[in-house]
């Protein structure tokens, strides 16, 4: 899923310096499951937001709403009346969310508030990792199911560097080293020979390198 | 192909010797020359860094061709960590253009753990692509993209390998990787963990790697009690054994026991079967390898018409 925090109060504040009406849009895909930007947290925003202003001598109306997913325009529609009624929108949906925002409502601007922050997975509560960068071209099946792209602080397909110690990155201690969990992963199935092969230099034009990338497919185009 | 220096030294069967330099946080052309100073005719190359420890130093091609101009042969070092393989590819070029040959292939201190941490880590290539890349160049006169250099040029190619890094087991199995990619040469992180090392080079005999390749084998002199702390503490990739630090601490002059130390090392070293040579790592201390080579019985170094 995608995984992001909510952008601290401060920053949103600032930002809704000029506004006097507010609407707080959260999204109820992956923010509500990593507890950024779900139905939940856009109320306490909202409280929060209301809160400050009024402390501020400087009121703000805030109205909340959580549509299913911000990222597809379909589900846009149901919250036009909101979106009319307020002098701006803060959308705690991913990166992916608000720009569809601005995009679908684009009399209006929408605000960043979160950070939208990887690709990933929760690891205990409260705890989440990152695992996939989006490449666009998966070495899954040779690195035995984990990234070196992602989850190797230096991406290397010839892994590991000589920063590795007790199978931590030397970037942080609390971080594994992708490639100790591959060698270890190989050696677990007898397949360490793997390793001898000298992986060529990646094709990054497959990932964000290549430019904004775009997917069309043909077969199910209407 | 004209062969560099190193080359020539290590194809002789001599037990080499190099030396390390780290540029300065400013572009004194003099503060270069001072640090080479002291290591000419005590060394058969010098390394240079590449912005070690991922801090912001003058780049190592222009201080190569500053030595160079001392005539003292660089080892030009070269990380992935902040250049593209188009950058990459064109400063070869260049440093082959201004008379280098040594090039050593590393992938570079993460940018997080130095002067610049919010910099964007580049590694478009890795270590291993970029000995490839290397050996393609020079052997195909070929770059990665398939265009075809203008005319060959001569590289001698180093790699570096950590035997004190994890997964320990794999070490030697990365070294024949590196071999197969393009190899010439191989220097290794600094040594204080002689057992470890010890371990490490009969796996890498057993396996017949020596034969393959030349390895250098890394060590520095201690200068203090703190630096041997930092150093345990806080480099990457580091093992700084407590029997190392005990004797420095009970030591009264610690920077004559760190000298010691040292040339006790490269004595052990010289004994060590595939050990081809010493790289003596005495950045911002370059004024001591005179006295250790001399010491050690490294000197006069080998010259070749």
């Known amino acids: 899923m995608i995984v992001a925090e909510r952008k601290p109060l401060k ?32 109320r306490e925003t909202a ?15 805030v109205k909340t709403h959580t549509v299913e997913r911000q990222c597809e325009p379909e589900y846009l529609e149901s919250v036009r009346h909101l979106v009319e009624e307020a002098d701006v929108v803060v959308s705690l949906a991913c990166g992916v969310g608000i720009q569809n925002m601005n995009m679908y409502f684009d009399d209006k601007r929408t605000l960043p508030g979160v950070n939208t922050t990887f690709m990933g997975m929760p690891t205990a509560q409260g705890e989440w990792m990152e695992n996939c960068l989006g490449c ?65 230099p990646k094709d990054w034009s497959t990932s964000h390198n290549g430019g904004p990338r775009k997917m069309i497919r043909e077969d199910v185009k209407l | 192909m004209t062969k560099s220096n190193l080359q020539k030294v290590l194809e002789s069967g001599a037990f080499a010797v190099t030396g390390e330099l780290g540029p300065p946080k400013s572009g004194e052309r003099e503060v270069i020359e001072h640090h080479a100073s002291h290591l000419k005719g005590c060394v058969d190359s010098v390394n240079i860094t590449d912005n070690q420890t991922a801090i ?40 082959a253009a201004l008379g280098m040959k040594n090039v050593l292939c590393i992938q570079g201190d993460h940018a997080s753990l130095g002067s610049e941490p919010q910099a964007k880590n580049v590694n478009d290539l890795d270590s291993m692509n970029l000995i490839s890349t ?55 992180q600094v ?13 890498v005999v057993d396996m017949g790697l020596h034969e393959k390749v030349r390895i250098i084998a890394g060590i520095t002199p ?7 702390r930092y150093m345990k ?45 010493v790289h003596i790592m005495a950045v911002a201390w370059e004024e001591i390898v005179p006295e250790i080579a001399e010491r050690a019985g490294l000197l006069p170094r080998p010259t070749f018409d």
């Not at chain 2, 005539?71 to 960590?81: A, D, K």
């Not at chain 2, 204080?192 to 080079?201: G, Q």
Request: some cysteine; proline content about 4%.
């Open chain 2, 56 to 95: 912001v130093r003058t780049s190592s091609i222009a201080a190569g061709k500053i030595i160079l101009d001392m005539g003292i042969e660089p080892n030009v070092q070269m990380t992935v960590r902040d250049r593209n393989r188009i950058a990459i590819q064109a400063d070869v070029l260049g440093a």
């Open chain 1, 136 to 200: 666009g071209n998966c070495v899954l099946d040779e690195t035995m199911g984990i990234c070196p792209i992602a989850r190797c602080s230096k991406s290397m397909l010839n892994g590991p560097c000589g920063g590795s110690q007790n199978g931590k990155c030397e970037v942080n201690k609390d971080l594994d080293c992708a490639w100790h969990l591959i060698v270890e992963r190989l050696m677990k199935f007898n397949k360490l020979d793997a390793l001898q092969e000298i992986k060529e």
């Open chain 2, 134 to 188: 290397l050996k393609k160049m020079r052997d195909e006169q070929e770059f990665i993209g398939g265009d075809k250099l203008d005319a060959p040029i001569d590289l001698y190619i180093g790699a570096v390998a950590n035997p004190f890094a994890d997964p320990f087991e794999y070490r030697p199995y990365r070294l024949a990787k590196k071999i197969a990619a393009g190899a010439d040469f191989i220097q290794t």
């Open chain 1, 11 to 42: 920053e949103i504040l600032a930002n809704l310096e000029p506004f006097k009406k507010v609407l707080v849009l959260g999204c109820g895909e992956c923010v509500t499951v990593c507890m950024a930007g779900g139905d939940k947290e856009a």
């Open chain 2, 191 to 203: 040594i204080f963990d002689m057992e470890r090392f010890e371990l490490y080079m009969k796996k």
């Open chain 1, 47 to 61: 409280l929060a937001l209301s809160i400050a202003r009024n402390k501020a001598g400087n009121p703000i109306e």
């Open chain 2, 222 to 228: 201690l200068k203090s009690l703190g630096a041997a």
């Open chain 2, 233 to 277: 503490k806080f480099v990457a990739g580091m093992i700084v054994p407590d029997h190392i630090i005990d004797r420095l601490k009970g030591a009264k002059d610690k920077k004559a026991e760190g000298v010691n130390m040292a040339i006790e090392m490269i004595e052990h070293l010289k004994t060590i079967e595939g050990v081809a040579g």
